[in-house]
């Protein structure tokens, strides 16, 4: 049974109880989390990067448009406004928002928005392949970076840093939908900000710190994501 992410992102608390156990009905959704506003919904995305956000729209600081605008178009999820104006429908179209869902709503009318969600996250993951090389731009010049040279990356922002044991590149891709696309027995998270290839990893100790070959200086690992490399490294 496949499983999609999902985040919710409204500013009444109610309204997110009650979306939230709606949700959590269909097995086949995970809820990563919930936001009050605009700009915590900006930072779980790139954070997290769920597959649907279900969206409220007029919000204290960043409405639901204006979040959205802050994220790179690679990086946006599958939408689902959930809202009690019918006024931004068009807006919605426009943003290509999966469903466009007016408060208050059945059951049934949430549950068909999150099946076309679902079925827009299945469309566009089946055109998605595991990364050989990736493309870095700079100024008039283009390097194509094969995956298997990657010591390891970073992030910056909506962007990725991609080290080398010759060079380092900016590649305009956030970290987590990189992550995604790279083949995950290669490749693994040991930090928010840090990708590291496991082909390049030399010692990792109890101090959280992770040694790759070739580098001078060890990299950070955070305990959240500390004991998947253990798993991988052994």
Known sequence: MPTYTLLIVDDEPGAREGTRALLEQDPEITVIGECGNGEDAVTSIVDEAPQIVVLDIEMPGLDGFAALAQLDPVMRPEVVFLTAYE??????????????????????RLQQAIERAKARVRARG????TLTRLVARQGNVTHVIPVDQIDWIE???????VHTATASHMVRMPLTRLLKQLDDRQFVRIHRSTIVNLEYVERVEASQRVYLRGLAEALTMSRRFGSRLKERFG
């Open 155 to 161: 992030g910056a922002d909506y962007y990725a840093r």
């Open 87 to 108: 006024e931004y429908a068009l807006k919605a179209f426009d943003v290509e928002a999966a469903d466009y869902v007016l408060k208050p709503f059945s059951d049934a």
């Open 126 to 129: 089946s055109e998605q392949l």
